[in-house]
């Protein structure tokens, strides 16, 4: 996969999974890619939750997007809280960004964890394919796979 190098890198079980979404997408089978998309960003938003110490369910990804959320906020001195060493300046901005690429991807977890049955265009399939891309590239900066 073009442009995914640094995402394999960090991210070895997603080597596959950027293939068949690039290949689905070549043969006109949207929904097919989204769905090899949603299996990347299983991966990415498990050790995303993970470096948070948030507790994830696979279930139900929208709770865990939320409960990431919160977590950012907290960490920047949210409530009240102290920010933990170290988390002001590059790391609150890595995880600030990595809140925004995947919130472009939240209507795509919702409806794949909400609906078996959801449908997409070539477009949307594109721009999922694009923006999974965009948000496992960003957290490879900092994280890898979690064993």
Not at 57 to 79: A, C, F, P
Not at 117 to 144: P, V, W
């Amino acid at each position: 996969g073009k442009g995914w190098e640094q995402a394999i890198r960090a991210f070895s079980h997603i080597s596959e999974e950027v293939e068949e979404s690039a290949k689905c997408l070549d043969l006109d089978r949207p929904t097919a890619s989204v769905s090899h998309s949603m299996r990347i960003l299983e991966i990415g938003l498990y050790a995303l939750a993970d470096s948070l110490n948030v507790p994830f369910q696979s279930q139900n990804w929208n709770t865990v997007l939320e409960d990431i959320d919160t977590e950012i906020e907290l960490r920047s001195g949210g409530k009240g809280k102290t920010p933990p060493p170290g988390w002001k300046g590059v790391v609150e901005r890595f995880y600030r960004d990595a809140a925004v690429h995947y919130g472009n991807l939240r209507v795509a977890w919702r409806n794949n964890a909400q609906h078996a049955n959801e449908t997409y265009s070539g477009e949307q399939a594109r721009r999922i394919h694009e923006h999974t891309k965009e948000f496992m590239e960003h957290i490879a900066m900092r994280l890898k796979e979690v064993p």
